[in-house]
């Protein structure tokens, strides 16, 4: 599975939009960019994944670049729950086992 | 939630003994997994299972043992505990249904 990069921490202000970049150049045609939370102590949380269109769900919206090596999570109006560890995640959706292996992620702190 | 179960939640153990870890799921899904998360780090993958006695190894398995005899539980072994083995431990199931991953709620194991 190809190698991301992101930044260890931001903030942003409750209420605004928290937009968190992945780097993954190394992406492969058949490897999908998918993120996961982790809220204090408890277990990863899948948010939404997607290959190279954008893609939106009720969580968040993802934005992948045409050349597919970085994306961007949208959470549009972040909350004082959003504060977490996300996870960016580029893998194979039908590898075997559908192994994830996780970095080291992006500890974002919602202020109010 | 994906009815998956964690037991135990907390556990301290001395060096040298034997300790398992269990993982329950109530939705018959094929693929489980276990994972352990040390501070300030991401996931990092064991072992995973992708039916009833069919196993195999992750990237970090030494050291651990798993035994999956029924489909509902996915047992993790440390058949002699050792400090390094001191973690967080999550299990996660994929999903058949989105084929994506849901972890359950953790172990905490301490290893004196």
């Known amino acids: 599975d190809a190698k991301t990069t992101q930044p260890p921490s931001m903030d942003c202000a409750e209420g605004r939009a928290a937009n968190l970049p992945c780097n993954h150049s190394?992406?492969?045609?058949?490897?999908?960019v998918y993120w996961y939370r982790q809220i204090h102590s408890q277990g990863p949380q899948y948010i939404i994944h997607?290959?190279?269109n954008n893609e939106t769900n009720e969580m968040a919206s993802l934005i992948i670049t045409e050349d597919r090596k970085s994306s961007t999570l949208i959470l549009p109006h972040a909350t004082l729950r959003d504060t977490a560890v996300y996870y960016c995640?580029?893998?194979?959706?039908?590898?075997?086992?559908?192994?994830?292996?996780f970095g080291g992620g992006t500890r974002v702190l919602v202020k109010p | 939630d994906a009815g998956i179960t964690q037991s135990p939640r907390h556990k301290v153990t001395e060096t040298g003994t034997p300790v398992t870890l269990r993982c329950h799921q109530t939705?018959?899904?094929?693929?489980m997994y276990w994972y352990r998360q040390d501070p300030g780090h991401g996931l990092r993958l064991i072992h995973y299972?992708?039916?009833?006695?069919?196993?195999d190894k992750g990237e970090v398995s030494d050291g651990y043992s798993v035994s999956r005899s029924k489909t509902e539980d996915f047992l993790l072994t440390l058949e002699s505990a050792t400090s390094s083995q001191t973690s967080v431990y999550f299990c996660?199931?994929?999903?058949?249904?989105?084929?994506?991953?849901?972890f359950g709620p953790g172990t905490r194991l301490t290893v004196t």
């Open positions: 995640i580029v893998r194979v959706a039908e590898a075997a086992g559908n192994k994830l292996t």
């Open positions: 190394t992406i492969s045609g058949n490897e999908y």
């Open positions: 997607g290959l190279k």
């Open positions: 939705e018959n899904h094929r693929y």
């Open positions: 299972s992708y039916g009833v006695k069919d196993t």
């Open positions: 996660a199931i994929m999903a058949r249904e989105d084929n994506e991953q849901y």
